[in-house]
């Protein structure tokens, strides 16, 4: 069974519209993260939250707008889609936070838009 | 910065052939680097395959080994003799022992293994 699940799967928006991305684990953690990967891109670390706190962001427009409403979920907002947005948007855990400790990952949710 | 770059993708190799995927790192704001390398398989989420934490040493995994090498940044990921459910997109990562910062991954490599 999956323990990281990421809905939807994959998603199609039309520029300048809003989506969310739906985050939620099974596994006990603590600490969670959004990274994305465009094409020919490294897996980018946007996000990571802690005790449902940020902690860390390093996506440079607040066109991106996670909400944690419980200790296991961290959604991701987008707003204002732009075609350059497309990616596919990975979900993350860990039991803490920090790069000692092993991260685990959903499938992903791939968005275009159009 | 801190990165990571690995060998671009995709890349094609028989079964029982041998496998390396090279890896290079910067850790330019990280006293103590930790070296990961994870796996996706097709439909799944990214996994840890192998983790080393010290300068020097070699972690292996499922026939998979990769040595930490501080004098070359380098952390390479070599498999003797691959299977054709060794198909997938391996990713090199970074991290650091203390703080809290996430990981730093590469661009993945996507290796597809011939019958």
């Known amino acids: 069974d999956p323990k990281i699940i990421q809905k939807p799967k994959y998603l199609v928006a039309v520029t300048g519209s809003e989506k969310i991305l739906i985050c939620e684990q099974y596994?006990?953690?603590?600490?969670m993260y959004w990274y994305r990967q465009s094409a020919k891109k490294p897996l980018e670390f946007m996000f990571s939250y802690s005790y449902q706190k940020l902690m860390d962001n390093q996506t440079a427009s607040s066109r991106f707008q996670p909400q944690s409403s419980k200790k296991n979920h961290l959604d991701l907002q987008i707003t204002a889609l732009k075609p350059d947005d497309s990616a596919t948007y990975f979900c993350?855990?860990?039991?803490?936070?920090?790069?000692?400790?092993?991260?685990?990952f959903g499938k992903g949710t791939r968005l275009t838009v159009v | 910065g801190d990165s990571v770059t690995q060998t671009e993708g995709p890349v094609t190799v028989s079964e029982s052939e041998s496998l390396i995927i090279n890896c290079t790192y910067s850790?330019?704001?990280?006293?103590?680097?930790?070296l990961f390398w994870y796996v996706r398989y097709p439909g799944e989420g990214l996994q840890l395959l192998l983790k080393v934490i010290t300068a020097g040493q070699k972690g292996s995994s499922r026939g998979f080994e990769a040595t930490y090498n501080k004098e070359t940044t380098s952390f390479h990921l070599q498999k003797a003799s691959v299977q054709e459910s060794d198909s997938a997109v391996y990713y090199c990562?970074?991290?650091?022992?203390?703080?809290?910062?996430?990981?730093?991954f590469g661009t993945g490599t996507t290796v597809s293994v011939s019958p």
């Open positions: 850790a330019t704001s990280i006293a103590y680097p930790n």
């Open positions: 596994l006990g953690h603590n600490a």
């Open positions: 993350a855990s860990s039991q803490d936070l920090g790069g000692n400790t092993e991260v685990f």
């Open positions: 990562a970074l991290g650091e022992s203390q703080g809290g910062r996430a990981l730093i």
